[in-house]
């Protein structure tokens, strides 16, 4: 099994800053893609920000130049640090790993569980 576990979420004022962390456990061989997603009541789910093992780096257009993600390989951890945060980024930010288990060939995404982000005043 593998399981990823978040942290960081919380309410924070229009401008200010949050940290995200997702780390994986598990029978763990591999982990491929690291990603960040987002879902605001009503609304589909959307990416925000994925990093592949080479450490190529994609984002959203909405949090270009306020989000940065990164990965720490040796802790199978993933970060999501949001700056200058908005209103329109309050959702419940999930993490997604694309992992290939021990003895297995294939990989497949895992998600954790979800940790809420709200801004405003």
């Known amino acids: 099994q593998v399981q990823l576990v978040e942290s960081g979420g919380g309410l924070v004022q229009p401008g200010g800053s949050l940290r995200l962390s997702c780390a994986a456990s598990?029978?763990?061989?591999?982990?491929?893609?690291m990603g960040w997603y987002r879902q605001a009541p009503g609304k589909q789910r959307e990416l925000v920000a994925n990093?592949?093992?080479?450490?190529?780096?994609n984002y959203a257009d909405s949090v270009k130049g306020r989000f940065t993600i990164s990965r720490e390989n040796a802790k199978n951890t993933v970060y999501l640090q949001m700056n200058s945060l908005k209103p329109e980024d309050t959702a419940v930010y999930y993490c997604?790993?694309?992992?290939?288990?021990?003895?297995?060939?294939?990989?497949?995404?895992?998600w954790g569980q979800g940790t809420q982000v709200t801004v405003s005043s």
């Open positions: 997604n790993f694309n992992v290939r288990r021990l003895g297995a060939i294939s990989a497949y995404d895992y």
């Open positions: 598990g029978s763990i061989a591999s982990i491929y893609a």
């Open positions: 990093i592949n093992s080479g450490g190529t780096k």
